[in-house]
């Protein structure tokens, strides 16, 4: 059974600090990875999907790297801002419904 | 604007009282998803529809039931709803071909009290 963890589970920066978020999957028999973002009470919003054959991709300040035979995964955001708060989740998708197991994700606060 | 809406936005029930929640999407994707999310928790899949195939997961109570009249609405009914029901409730939508794996799109969800 496939189980996604991410450390850490709460992280507070300063606003301009360079972070980095950590996902990893027991199970390397991925077809992707995504990275979602949550604002309390809301939905997903899909930020960054990594397909299983490639090794990073980048959206602005965000880029997120995928090394599926280790079973982990990054998110790095660059220059962090208030407005990044919220808690980001890292999910992979098995089998050909692409469902997803998510882990439980990261709760970031910026400061000012 | 394509999209993933769900209704209502918030629901609040009483113990017992049969409660249905929607899901429409504008994105023309064969799959869609319903997702269980408590407080704090990671969401978690309750099942999906392939096209018209629905695929329950294993370990979804009895309790949860879904209906798919076409590919832009999905409806999850809850028959007798419980305190531990109570959460927010993710529909996502996805292209599906065999062998490959797509994107998932995510509504804003449903938060369900249950008093």
């Known amino acids: 059974k496939q189980e996604v963890t991410q450390i850490p589970a709460a992280l507070s920066v300063p606003e301009g600090e360079n972070l980095v978020l950590n996902c990893s999957f027991t199970?390397?028999?991925?077809?992707?990875l995504q990275w979602f973002r949550q604002d309390p009470g809301k939905g997903l919003t899909s930020l960054l999907l990594?397909?299983?054959?490639?090794r990073e991709q980048t959206s602005g300040r965000l880029n997120a790297s995928l090394d599926k035979s280790s079973g982990r995964s990054t998110l790095y955001i660059a220059a962090s801002q208030p407005g990044d708060s919220a808690t980001y989740l890292c999910?992979?998708?098995?089998?050909?419904?692409?469902?997803?197991?998510f882990g439980t994700g990261t709760r970031l606060q910026v400061t000012l | 604007d394509a999209m993933v809406i769900q209704n209502p936005r918030y629901q609040v029930t009483q113990f017992g009282k049969p409660v249905t929640l929607s899901c429409s999407q504008t994105?023309?994707?064969?799959?869609m998803y319903w997702y269980q999310q408590k407080s704090s928790q990671a969401p978690k899949l309750l099942f999906h529809?392939?096209?018209?195939?629905?695929?329950n997961e294993a370990d979804t109570p009895d309790n949860f039931q879904s209906r798919r009249p076409n590919t832009s609405f999905c409806f999850l009914d809850i028959r007798s709803p419980g305190l531990g029901d109570a959460a927010m409730y993710l529909c996502?939508?996805?292209?599906?071909?065999?062998?490959?794996?797509?994107?998932?799109?995510f509504g804003p969800g449903t938060r369900l009290t249950v008093t």
């Open positions: 529809y392939y096209d018209k195939d629905f695929n």
């Open positions: 994105l023309n994707h064969n799959v």
């Open positions: 996502a939508t996805s292209r599906g071909r065999f062998g490959l794996s797509y994107e998932q799109y």
């Open positions: 999910a992979v998708s098995t089998g050909t419904a692409s469902k997803l197991t």
């Open positions: 990594i397909q299983s054959s490639q």
């Open positions: 199970d390397s028999a991925i077809y992707n």
